[in-house]
């Protein structure tokens, strides 16, 4: 069954298969791992168009969550579906507390220093284990030559204030960094 998605959301990927009847690896992005069960239903694009997939059981193995999607009964099936990117649409998410954000809602925000200095666009969060960090492409004509700085989210201690209105997250950094 394909379906039009109006705001696809990336909740994880499928890795590679586990095993001979059907079961995938599956990597997730959310804050914690297994809590991408939580969200259903899922879709994958297949031939150009989001598909439905239905989860029919889940473990950890090792390291490693393992997924079976019903339908999927064999090696061949699962190695089909490879590095497919798992999407949930946006409305079934939770609502957030305040002060809470997703990544993707930082994603192309300015980075303005208390002072006003401006010290890029955020392109990317990355999970560092203590703390999460911005990946923040710098403008072309930044002033201490820097092309990408990775600055902490440290709510309170490094960012001041997140405005997704207005696309600003203040921050009080050194732009020297």
């Known amino acids: 069954m ?3 998605l109006t705001n696809p959301v990336v909740l994880g990927k499928l890795g590679s298969s586990y095993g001979i009847r059907g079961w995938l690896r599956v990597f997730s992005s959310t804050e914690d791992a297994e809590s991408i069960f939580e969200y259903q239903p899922w879709f994958i694009q297949q031939a150009g168009q989001w598909q439905h997939v239905e989860l029919e059981s889940w473990k950890r193995h090792n390291q490693d969550l393992v997924i079976k999607i019903k339908g999927v009964d064999d090696r061949d099936a699962a190695n089909a579906l490879t590095n ?3 999407v949930v ?3 079934q998410l939770p609502e957030l507390e305040d002060g809470d954000y997703y990544w993707k809602d930082l994603m192309g925000c300015q980075v303005v220093t208390i002072a006003g200095y401006e010290l890029g666009k955020i392109i990317d969060m990355m999970e560092t284990g203590s703390n999460d960090v ?3 492409k710098a403008n072309l004509k930044d002033a201490f030559g820097i ?3 990775l600055i902490p ?3 309170g201690q490094v960012i001041k204030k997140v405005d997704l209105t207005t696309r600003i997250v203040e921050v009080d950094w050194d732009p020297g960094f």
Do not use: A, G, P, T
Request: net charge negative; glycine share 0%.
């Open 89 to 91: 649409e946006e409305s």
């Open 84 to 86: 497919r990117e798992i």
């Open 147 to 149: 092309k990408e700085r």
């Open 2 to 4: 394909s379906k039009q």
């Open 134 to 136: 911005m990946v923040v």
């Open 153 to 155: 989210f440290l709510d």
